[in-house]
């Protein structure tokens, strides 16, 4: 198991920063300081290579674990915390389930720290995010088809996470049970939508770990709050053995 790996392995709640979105020095502040497990540096687009550096530099200033989840090859910064590289299970365009991988491991395999590498299997779920578009993903999705992808992701691929993500809408946590009931190795990421204390306990009823991006730039407060939120949270089905 690599260090990343292992690490990710006792993440119940993230941040997830967005490079092309701005955010002042006060809310950063408190959701570094607000106790979470670690901070995710990605987006969808107007991902630089700058404005990655410089929002890792800010982010530098606290003590929390940062690691950067790769949408641009260009705009990979040396000096994160790890590397999280998604694939979309939910596509049929294979650039976005291995393509893009492909390329960046011709031009810089050699280069990749693999020990601080993770995967990520995305499922794409709301049709109206950018993300989604992108992606081409299928985003119509049922319970049925979600212990599907759950036993890809677990059993086929043997990759360590499933992220079930919404993107900017809360989604149906009934997809995101199924899922946690056949997964016992593979961790369930949920990200997407989350604004009250309602929903970020019922997120985290489900999931292993919690994703909270949008509310950062809304209501910072709030946002730091969701971290309390969900580690006063107990999953359902914890007594399941998981990444041993």
């Not at 009934?174 to 997964?183: F, H, K, N, S, T």
Request: aromatic share 8%; glycine share 6%.
């Amino acid at each position: 198991m690599t260090i990343l790996r292992e690490r990710a392995a006792r993440w119940r709640h993230v941040f997830k920063l967005d490079p092309n979105r701005t955010i002042s020095d006060l809310a950063l502040k408190l959701v570094c300081n607000a106790g979470t497990d670690a901070i995710i540096v990605g987006g969808t687009d107007g991902i630089t290579f700058k404005n990655t550096r410089d929002l890792l530099h800010r982010v530098r200033e606290y003590g929390v674990l940062c690691v950067q989840e790769v949408s641009e090859i260009n705009a990979v910064v040396p000096g994160f915390d790890g590397y999280l590289i998604p694939t979309v299970i939910n596509t049929k365009e294979a650039r976005w389930i291995h393509g893009a991988h492909v390329d960046a491991l011709r031009r810089y395999g050699d280069l990749i720290p693999w020990d601080k590498v993770l995967l990520l299997g995305y499922t794409v779920l709301n049709p109206e995010a950018k993300v989604a578009r992108l992606t081409q993903a299928e985003t119509a999705c049922t319970e049925e088809q979600m212990v599907a992808y759950a036993r890809l992701v677990e059993h086929l691929f043997c990759w360590p996470v499933l992220y079930i993500e919404y993107s900017g809408r809360f989604g149906d946590m009934a997809l995101v049970d199924a899922a946690q009931r056949v997964c016992r190795k593979s961790r369930i990421f949920y990200g997407g939508g989350i604004t009250t204390k309602e929903q970020t306990v019922a997120a985290a009823e489900l999931a292993d770990t919690v994703v909270v991006g949008n509310l950062i730039y809304t209501h910072a407060e709030r946002a730091a709050k969701t971290v309390k939120w969900v580690k006063e949270t107990n999953r359902k089905g914890d007594q399941r053995v998981k990444n041993r």
